[in-house]
């Protein structure tokens, strides 16, 4: 039996099978509350058409930092459930489940002291109900703390302002203010939100009722009244306003039958869309529930077991499962981006977010190709560790719960640019990372192992070098496109921006070390090194840039994204003196045997100057 195959064969097919079962999993498993329909109704929040569930994945996101919760009874439910509690816990109040499910995230201690709550293990997440007793004094608490500057703030300071705010998402949600908007007349090229509709309605009903007396001064039949006629307008000004609040009576009844006849009846009366938008919605959804980002992060770290196993038992058989389980990610990581693509209508490269899961991307395609070249095992590593990394990047930089697909500034939103020199300087940004990573393997192999073998050794010069002259060509043509950007855009072609400087910096740092390696200042060592020095500067260019506040390329302060970018720093900069010690205290260093100096001063080859002798390697290296 032909093990090199069956049990590459066997892993893949594992694999498929599971991502098989995660693409056709429903939205609502069958017997559930039929939510299916409600979640793709196409709304617009954030500058964009998207569907219910998303906008309900991303205030839970904010919320909750999950995109899914815990009921009364400990069981898992979606987001989009959670929405409809919100959205049906106007009428019902504190009695209402929205105010009972424990999705608010407070860790800091002295917030939990003044709102009378107890730590609790693991995530730290309670509901509205526990905190309303304390409200009185956390109000207090949030009138001092908008007194206090921002740079004075401590961080108890900042957990009382980001509770007030995800509060905030909640009652937009409950009083319907955003995001649930109604497309009325498209050919007007008007979108009007039911709030403002149900508001205006309101004020309609009054002034030709009641004038301009309040509903709390009002009797009960006199407030029948009023909102008999509330109903008589909305059903005559927006027809879809009446199906609305079928469904939202449907589902506080729990009557699935009617909940899907008013959902249905809603969809019908909502307007005309523009074109493709119910396609893109229910696309949407399909692409919320399958996460394919996600499912890569699992394989990736698969794929990374695999290739550290192949140094140890089976080199051939686990190399090659590994190499062909990255070949099935890598294609779903491309259907992935194919999605996005397709929903946004634009290059794959639009914002921080899309960026990260593009580098990884970008690197997990090279690693597969030099790992098709040399079989080695190095690409299978680096491209595991490069794809699993950015998409933990890119999970963390959705968990503010922003929309991934966000649209960009008017003035970078221009499809061929994005689709020129976004996509290109991406790719360099990918390939100086990728020999980055190679440097750094080359420094760990080298220096805690004995696997720096000849072999190995030449074949991980090779490839920094061959990485690094991909990556010196797109950052530099990436940079001169930015350039002609520039100039269309603002009328200029350079103008020492930050994230330009960046850009630059990354071309120099690239040029630098192949110039040393030219001019025979470094040899493979020096290369890995260096490499890691443009890690740094890579790192600095893609998120440090951002950090300054400053110049037309800023997107403003993130606190995370700094403390991680100091952080990564850090590591590199320790790499890099690990990478200095000298090679004598390698553990591969004892595989560099320097052969006998040649028999005569004739010989071909031979030198005097210098002392020096011909060394072959066969581990680790000198320089």
């Known amino acids: ?87 049906v816990s106007q009428s019902a109040g504190p009695e209402g489940a929205a105010w009972k499910h424990k999705v608010f995230r407070i860790e800091h201690d002295q917030l939990l002291d003044l709102l009378g709550l107890e730590a609790r293990p693991g995530f730290f997440r309670y509901s509205l109900s526990e905190i309303q007793p304390k409200w009185k004094e956390f109000l207090k608490e949030v009138r001092r703390v908008k007194d206090v500057p921002e740079k004075n703030q401590d961080k108890y300071d900042k957990a009382v302002i980001e509770l007030r705010s995800h509060i905030e998402v909640y009652l937009e949600l409950e009083q319907w203010i955003s995001p649930l908007v109604v497309p009325v007349n498209v050919e007007e090229e008007k979108w009007i939100s039911y709030a403002t509709a149900k508001g205006e309605a309101v004020r309609a009903a009054r002034a030709s009722v009641l004038g301009d007396k309040d509903l709390k001064d009002l009797k009960q039949e006199e407030v029948q009244q009023v909102l008999t006629e509330l109903h008589r307008i909305l059903a005559e000004r927006y027809p879809a306003a009446e199906a609305w609040d079928r469904v939202l009576a449907a589902y506080r009844d729990n009557k699935p039958e009617e909940f899907r006849t008013a959902v249905a009846d809603f969809r019908k009366q909502q307007g005309r869309m523009p074109e493709g938008t119910e396609s893109k919605a229910h696309f949407e959804v399909y692409f919320n529930s399958v996460a394919p980002f996600y499912q890569c992060t699992r394989l990736y770290l698969v794929v990374f077991l695999l290739a550290c196993s192949s140094w140890i038992v089976y080199p051939h058989i686990l190399n090659r499962a590994a190499f062909w389980l990255g070949g099935l990610t890598l294609l779903l990581h491309t259907c992935a981006l194919i999605g996005r693509i397709y929903l946004q209508g634009r290059p794959p490269v639009t914002n921080l977010y899309s960026s990260a899961i593009f580098i990884g991307w970008a690197g997990v395609g090279l690693g597969l190709l030099l790992e098709g070249i040399y079989r080695n095992g190095i690409g299978n590593m680096v491209a595991a560790v490069l794809g699993g ?235």
């Not at 999993?25 to 979640?39: K, M, Q, R, V, Y």
């Not at 100039?487 to 400087?501: I, L, T």
């Open 1 to 87: 039996m032909n093990w090199s195959r069956v049990v590459p064969g066997t892993i893949v097919g594992i694999a498929s099978f599971y991502l098989l079962l995660i693409l056709t999993s429903p939205l609502t498993p069958p017997g559930e509350f039929p939510l299916d329909d409600f979640a793709t109704i196409p709304v617009v929040a954030d500058g964009r058409i998207k569907p219910l569930d998303t906008v309900a994945r991303t205030s839970l996101m904010i919320i909750s930092k999950q995109q899914t919760y815990k009921d009364e009874k400990d069981r898992t439910q979606p987001a989009i459930r959670w929405l409809l509690d919100v959205l």
């Open 389 to 623: 990394a950015t998409a933990l990047i890119a999970h963390h930089l959705a968990d503010n719960g922003r929309d991934t697909m966000e649209m960009m500034e008017a003035v970078l939103d221009t499809n061929f640019w994005l689709a020129t020199h976004v996509t290109c300087v991406t790719f360099g940004y990918a390939a100086t990372f990728f020999a980055g990573m190679l440097g750094l393997l080359f420094i760990v192999l080298g220096l805690f192992t004995r696997l720096l073998n000849r072999e190995l050794f030449i074949a991980l010069g090779q490839m920094i070098y061959g990485v690094l002259c991909f990556a010196l060509f797109l950052s530099f043509v990436g940079t001169v496109l930015g350039g002609i950007w520039a100039d269309q855009s603002w009328g200029r072609f350079w103008g020492w921006d930050p994230k330009e400087n960046g850009a630059l910096l990354i071309v120099l740092m690239n040029a630098l070390i192949l110039h040393a390696r030219w001019a025979g200042m470094v040899k493979q060592r020096g290369m890995a090194v260096l490499a890691l020095v443009g890690n740094m500067v890579t790192g600095w260019s893609w998120f440090g840039t951002n950090q300054l506040s400053v110049g037309l390329h800023a997107y403003g302060f993130n606190k995370t994204l700094a403390d991680g970018l100091a952080i990564f720093w850090i590591t590199q900069i320790v790499c890099i003196g690990l990478g200095l010690i000298p090679t004598r205290h390698w553990r591969s260093f004892g595989q560099v045997k320097a052969e006998p100096p040649p028999p005569t001063p004739e010989a071909p080859g031979s030198s005097r100057k210098g002392g020096n002798r011909r060394v072959q390697v066969t581990g680790g290296p000198r320089r």
